[in-house]
């Protein structure tokens, strides 16, 4: 995982480089349309609420990170604002005991895709090698394909024949980003963006029990693009 | 021209990779994995509580999927527990002919067998129970599950309420007797019972655990999970006790006495936890604390009632004017309303959901472990 992570930033930076030398090429104008091809890592910073009863006092999760190849398509509508939707595969988070279950381990799995649309502000003129922008959006989280563990089960009372199953609310967030586009060589280019999304959702397992997260998960996503 | 229906070309085709991953990602949940630490046979030895059916009843209601804690654990790992032992009489046993069965506990099971008949070689006996097991070498993929001094403590009370209740040379020489029979110095303090109570239940939990030592940890056990003794306190029956002291000798002295029996519980559990601190093969699992809570804080398990027994009393007292009760009369049918979410089956047993509610803890200590 954190190889991974390091990978993107080496990416993102050589990109950079490689942009400040970069000739005169295609600009990113209004009307025209970047396409990018990347890996994104999800980060989620948790703060969970407590399982409703029955369990033990004070029963939390944590979820982990998750990185998953991505892409998007950005639209310029003017020279400088534009319109970014990200496409990519669901990522897929490990959620672990926390607070009382601080140490049971993996409890299960759940597949999420941030389906999001920003309205983004590129600094620069047109032709400017080097554009950093800023982003505003809306993002629809999608969670679905849940696994619970064997470890779940026996926490939540169940057994093998009839076992708890569980799954999270699909719910709408809030996204600001941070990003630099910059071109490196003709009509490609790298996009680089660290995005913060505030999103809060409620798990539900088969036992009727309930538990309200707060995910507020950091992306990080860099892609090669390419200018229409 | 061409450039853009290059370009829609390529955005109809990102979009529609974007709707295929938005499909994937749909449906629902679905059910548990297989636990990741392979186990492929469960030990189990003890008293009442871990009894999968000696007498031919469970210490519990009698509904068709009332597992003990035990046997939560084991179907964890798709293991079915049945009873080792049968029983032929209140204190005799012999081996259940059914093959396969791996579940030593015996109902009344006790740690110090000079309570029972017989005290060489009543099966009620745990350390008896645990040699037979040893008989056979444990496996690294094995868990071993063991309870016990809960009967020990409730004689260990009732020998010492026996001196309040009916003051006199036969209660205590009973009282001095039973000290004894654990440890010279526990007899030597009989006239403290603070102190000699706990000397009592410190030298039971260090007889415990070195047999533990010996048959089941140097045979080759590598996942041995210990249920340490229930607050009986809190149980109707040594509530009922507990309110009669009250009654008789004023709120002061039961509260005085229940903080006793709770010393001498807590002496046992903290020696036996400090034996096996130093040992990762080994789990204490601290019953006594959550048991405590359930009663104190039901709302947090969902239990509607956490004073009263589930299971119909039989039409007479016994001879210590308490009421009994016949575990096979206690049907689903018979049981109060509610004894579903209720944590007491009759006076001095949990109901299956109490069972869930335990194996529940005990499974959190298990995959804390790592062994789930």
């Known amino acids: 995982m954190k190889t991974k992570h390091l990978n993107l930033a080496v990416v993102a930076s050589a990109a950079l480089l490689a942009a400040t030398f970069a000739g005169q090429a295609q600009a990113q104008a209004a009307g025209t349309f970047t396409v990018r091809l990347g890996a994104t890592t999800v980060m989620p910073d948790v703060t969970s609420g407590d399982l409703s009863a029955p369990t033990l006092p004070h029963t939390r999760i944590d979820v982990d990170k998750a990185s998953q190849v991505s892409g998007g398509i950005t639209y310029m509508w003017t020279d400088n604002i534009a319109v970014d939707l990200p496409l990519g595969i669901p990522f897929k988070h490990k959620i672990v005991g926390a607070g009382a279950a601080e140490g049971a381990g993996e409890l299960g799995t759940v ?36 696994k619970g563990t064997a470890t779940l089960n026996a926490l939540a009372g169940g057994l093998p024949s009839n076992p708890v199953s569980m799954k999270m609310d699909n719910k709408a967030g809030a996204l600001v980003q941070l990003g630099v586009f910059a071109q490196v060589w003709g009509k490609w280019s790298v996009d680089f963006s660290v995005n913060k999304i505030f999103l809060k959702t409620t798990g539900h397992l088969s036992t009727g029990q309930t538990i309200d997260t707060k995910l507020d998960p950091t992306a990080v996503q860099v892609g090669v693009g390419y200018t229409f | 021209m061409k450039r853009i229906k290059t370009t829609k070309f390529a955005v109809a085709a990102l979009c529609l990779a974007g709707l295929a991953a938005l499909s994937a990602c ?3 949940s679905s059910g548990e994995t297989a636990p990741s630490t392979k186990i492929s046979s469960v030990r189990v030895f003890g008293d009442s509580l871990a009894d999968s059916g ?12 009332n597992y003990i804690f035990a046997e939560r654990i084991a179907l964890t790992y798709g293991q079915t527990l049945c009873n080792y032992y049968t029983a032929t009489g209140a204190d005799t046993f012999v081996p259940n002919p059914k093959p396969g069965c791996t579940n030593y506990a015996i109902g009344g099971g006790v740690i110090n067998t000079a309570t029972v008949a017989n005290p060489t070689t009543n099966l009620k006996g745990i350390q008896f129970q645990l040699a037979a097991g040893a008989a056979t070498a444990y496996s690294a993929n094995e868990m071993v599950m063991i309870d016990g001094g809960g009967n020990d403590a409730a004689a260990l009370v009732g020998a010492f309420l026996q001196t309040q ?9 009973q ?10 110095a526990a007899a030597a303090a009989a006239a403290d019972p603070v102190n000699s109570g706990v000397l009592y239940m410190t030298a039971l939990a260090d ?9 089941v ?29 009250g009654a008789a000798k004023g709120a002061a002295t039961q509260q005085q006495l229940q903080a006793v029996f709770q010393g001498w ?3 046992f559990n903290k020696e036996i936890a400090a034996k096996a601190s130093a040992d990762s093969r080994v789990l204490v699992v601290d019953i006594y604390s959550n048991f405590q809570d359930e009663v104190n804080n039901p709302a947090q398990y969902s239990l509607t009632n956490v004073k009263d027994p589930s299971c119909p009393a039989d039409a007479t007292l016994g001879a210590d004017n308490l009421p009994t009760y016949t575990f096979p009369k206690c049907t689903p049918a018979a049981a109060s309303p509610g004894w579903q979410t209720a944590l007491f089956s009759d006076s001095f047993h949990p109901t299956p959901y109490g069972h869930q509610l335990a194996a529940r803890l005990i499974a959190l200590g298990i995959a804390q472990k790592g062994w789930l």
């Open chain 2, 26 to 28: 749909g449906g629902g």
């Open chain 2, 207 to 215: 007889q415990f655990y070195s047999t533990i030592t010996a048959t």
């Open chain 2, 265 to 267: 519980l807590s002496a």
């Open chain 2, 165 to 173: 209740l009916s003051p006199g040379a036969a209660s205590n020489a």
């Open chain 2, 217 to 245: 940890l140097n045979k080759g056990a590598t996942h041995v999970v210990i249920a340490n003794i229930p607050d009986i306190t809190l149980t109707p029956r040594f509530q009922m006790v507990l309110a009669g002291i």
């Open chain 1, 111 to 146: 597949k999420s895709l941030p389906i999001t649309l920003a309205l983004q502000y590129r600094l620069g003129e047109a032709s400017a090698k080097v554009r950093p922008y800023v982003g505003l959006g809306g993002v629809y989280a999608h969670f679905g394909d849940s």
């Open chain 2, 54 to 65: 000696t007498f031919g009843f469970k210490f519990t209601v009698q509904s068709t999927d």
């Open chain 2, 175 to 184: 009282w001095v007797g039973l000290l004894g029979t654990m440890s010279s």
